[in-house]
């Protein structure tokens, strides 16, 4: 309904207070993952009216409520592995936040834009990273979350200015993260071989030599 109202003042608060209720119940139970929440609320809002207009604008209530009950299943223990379901949810919201970057007009606030995306990067970082190690390194996992937003940041700033669609680009910057992620989960999970890294490579430069082969590129003088 919200959606459907443009997210106007009070149907915006309307939603807010909807969804915080049903995220809160029960309040003391669970894990407790209110960055990727957060991040949701306002990639909800904000992205609903970006995309308004748009052939995105019907399935996008669909995705973000989708992504909402796997957030919901995770902090109520309604699945058994949290963190896969957690690195689904949030390689979901990676994959909205780069299409909503990439869709919106960038020649307005680019700066700040720019800037949320890297915070929400570096909030779904420490939270996924928080879950898999089961929060037992908050230092280190604040170190790593901060250098994969701003590694994140830098190759988003690099893709902005290249000539070719936002679907384009917001797949390469969705492979450019998983691949990211694969490396930290190795990271803490026993470290990095020779033969993991040069699959991973391997499959980063396949399918990132695909998705610009197969993009409209457009080159603007």
Excluded: C
């Excluded at 409520?65 to 299943?73: H, M, P, R, S, T």
């Excluded at 379901?85 to 720019?114: C, G, N, P, V």
């Amino acid at each position: 309904m919200a959606a459907w109202s443009d997210f106007r003042i009070i149907s915006s608060i309307f939603f807010i207070i909807a969804a915080v209720v049903l995220y809160a119940r029960p309040i003391f139970s669970g894990y407790q993952i209110w960055r990727a929440f957060t991040v949701l609320l306002v990639v909800a809002i904000l992205g609903m009216k970006i995309v308004s207009g748009t052939a995105l604008f019907f399935p996008a209530p669909l995705a973000f409520a989708f992504i909402f009950y796997l957030i919901l299943g995770i902090k109520d223990y309604l699945f058994i592995k949290r963190s896969r379901i957690y690195y689904i949810a949030a390689l979901l919201l990676f994959y909205s936040i780069f299409i909503i970057f990439f869709l919106a007009d960038k020649s307005d606030w680019f700066a700040f834009k720019y800037g949320a995306v890297v915070l929400a990067s570096y909030f779904l970082f420490w939270e996924w990273l928080g879950i898999i190690t089961s929060f037992s390194f908050p230092k280190r996992e604040m170190v790593i979350s901060s250098a994969a937003a701003l590694a994140t940041g830098q190759i988003l700033l690099a893709t902005a200015f290249l000539p070719i669609g936002f679907l384009s680009a917001a797949n390469f910057m969705l492979l450019f993260v998983f691949i990211l992620n694969e490396f930290i989960l190795k990271h803490f999970m026993g470290g990095i071989s020779r033969e993991f890294l040069i699959k991973r490579l391997i499959l980063f430069f396949l399918l990132a030599g695909l998705i610009f082969w197969t993009s409209g590129w457009a080159l603007n003088f």
